[in-house]
C-alpha cells in the first residue's frame, strides 16, 4: 500500500496550504473534491469559494460577501 | 507561426535579417541608434524587434529554415543590445516606483523574512486593478475580446518563461517551483493546461488561437510585459528577478481574476471564458504562497545575495504591468469619446 503523506503548511495572515488530501468536508457536510496538487484553505471565513482561498482576505475593502 | 511584420527600423532589420539569410550568419545590419528609441517600454518597434529575437528560443517561426539562428552569436549580440537599453529603462521605472527598493535589512531578521515581507507588503495595496474593475463594470463586449487578445500574447504561452528558470535554482525553490508549474501545466490533465484553458476562451468567441495575430496588433506596452519574463527567465543573472516577478504576477491575480469573471458573467460570454478566470481564482490563490514563501523566499535562502533582485523583480512586474493596464485604459476610454461610425 502507498504511504501518501498528506501534509498542511500554515501561511501567516493567508490560507493554509494542503497537499495530498482527496476531499474536504465542510461543517454542513459538502464534500469538497480536491484536483490539485496543492490547494489552499481560507482560513478568514471571507472567501466566496469555501472551502477554498479566493484572497479575498487581502481585500481590505471588502467585509463580507458583497454582492456581486 | 510566421515572422511577424515589422512595424519600424528595428523590427524590420531583425525581421529581414532571418527571412533573407536562410543559413545565416545572421548579422543585424547597424540597428537604428538606440538613442533613438525614447521610451522603449512602449515602443512597438524596439518591443516587436525583441520578441522576435526572444521567441526564437521558444516555439520559433515557420519561415526561419535555419535551426542554428537561435544561437547565433551575432543574433545574440543584437539580442543583447536591445536587453541593455530595456533593462536600463526597466531599472528607471522601478527606481520611480514609490518603496520600490525598501530598506531590507529593516523588515526582517533573515533575508527569507526580508523578502516575504516585501513581497507580502507590496502585494498586498493591490485590490483588483483598474483594468479587472473595468472589465467588471463597464466594459463592452467589443472591450473584453480587446482585451482577450491583448493578453493572449502572454496566455497562449502561459508560464513558458518561468519553466527555463528551473535549472538555474536548486533546493526547495526548485521544488517549489516545479510544483507550480505543474499545476499551470494541468496537473498532469493535457486538457487543464492553462494555455488551452486560454486558447479555449478564444475560441468560443470565434477568435483565432494561435498566437501570430495578436502579436501582429499587440501594444508596445504588452510586448515590454512579456518581453520582461523573457528577460529574467533567459538570463541566469536575472534569476532571482524572474522569481520576484513571478511572485506579484501571482499574488496580483486572484482578486483581478473574479472581477473579470463577474464582467464575463454581465457580458454573458460564453462558458469557456468563465472557465479560465474561474480556474485562476482558485489556482492563483494557491500560487501566491507557493511563489512567495515556497520559492522567493527558499531562494533567498539559499542565495541570500538575490534578495535585492527578488524585490527588484516583483517591483518591475507591476510597474510595466501597470504601465500596459494603463495603455488599454486609455484605448478604451478613447474608444467611448468616440462616436460609434453609422
Redesign the interface.
Known amino acids: 500500500m502507498s504511504s501518501r503523506r498528506v501534509t498542511v503548511t500554515e501561511c501567516p495572515g493567508g490560507p493554509l496550504l494542503v497537499r495530498g488530501a482527496d476531499e474536504v468536508v465542510g461543517l454542513d457536510g459538502t464534500v469538497a473534491p480536491v484536483e490539485r496538487a496543492v490547494v489552499a484553505l481560507c482560513r478568514c471565513g471571507r472567501s466566496d469559494r469555501l472551502p477554498w482561498c479566493d484572497d479575498s482576505h487581502r481585500d481590505r475593502r471588502r467585509k463580507k460577501k458583497p454582492a456581486s | 507561426m510566421k515572422l511577424p511584420e515589422p512595424c519600424g527600423p528595428l523590427s524590420e532589420r531583425v525581421v529581414d535579417t532571418l527571412r533573407a539569410r536562410p543559413h545565416g550568419p545572421h548579422a543585424v545590419p547597424e540597428p537604428r541608434a538606440m538613442g533613438e528609441v525614447t521610451y522603449p517600454l512602449t515602443d512597438r518597434d524596439f518591443q516587436l524587434a525583441l520578441w522576435v529575437l526572444y521567441e526564437l528560443h521558444y516555439r520559433g517561426f515557420d519561415d526561419v529554415e535555419d535551426p542554428h539562428a537561435e544561437w547565433d552569436p551575432l543574433l545574440i549580440v543584437s539580442r543583447a543590445a536591445l536587453e541593455r537599453t530595456f533593462e536600463h529603462a526597466v531599472r528607471a521605472l522601478v527606481s520611480q516606483t514609490p518603496d520600490g527598493a525598501p530598506a531590507l535589512e529593516e523588515l526582517g531578521a533573515t533575508p527569507a523574512e526580508q523578502v516575504t515581507t516585501a513581497l ?1 507588503r507590496m ?2 495595496r493591490s ?2 486593478s483598474d483594468v479587472a474593475q473595468y472589465l467588471h463594470r463597464r466594459a463592452t463586449r467589443a472591450d473584453f475580446c480587446s482585451y482577450l487578445a491583448e493578453r493572449a500574447v502572454y496566455h497562449l504561452r502561459e508560464s513558458d518563461p518561468q519553466s527555463f528558470v528551473l535549472p538555474r535554482i536548486g533546493g526547495a525553490a526548485k521544488v517549489a517551483l516545479a ?1 507550480l508549474q ?2 499551470e501545466y494541468g ?1 498532469g490533465r493535457p486538457d487543464r493546461l492553462h494555455q488551452t484553458l486560454f486558447a479555449r476562451a478564444l475560441a468560443s468567441l470565434d477568435m483565432p488561437t494561435d498566437l501570430a495575430p495578436y502579436v501582429a496588433s499587440a501594444e508596445g506596452a504588452t510586448l515590454a510585459s512579456v518581453n520582461l519574463m523573457s528577460l529574467f527567465a533567459l538570463n541566469r543573472r536575472l534569476r532571482g528577478a524572474a522569481m520576484g516577478h513571478l511572485a506579484a504576477f501571482e499574488a496580483t491575480s ?2 483581478p481574476c ?1 472581477r473579470i469573471l ?1 464582467g464575463a ?1 454581465r457580458l454573458g460570454l460564453p462558458q469557456p471564458v468563465h472557465d479560465y478566470y474561474d480556474e485562476h ?6 500560487h ?3 511563489a512567495i ?1 515556497g520559492i522567493c523566499a527558499a531562494l533567498v535562502d539559499d542565495e541570500p545575495e538575490l534578495a535585492a533582485d527578488v524585490v527588484f523583480g516583483a517591483t518591475a512586474c507591476l510597474a510595466v504591468d501597470g504601465l500596459a493596464g494603463e495603455v488599454l485604459l486609455e484605448g478604451w476610454r478613447a474608444g467611448r469619446q468616440t462616436p460609434a461610425a453609422g
Do not use: C, F, I, K
Request: aromatic share 4%.
Open positions: 507580502v502585494t498586498a485590490g483588483p510544483e505543474y499545476d496537473g486572484s482578486l473574479e463577474r458573467r481564482v482558485e489556482a492563483d490563490a494557491v501566491e504562497q507557493l514563501r
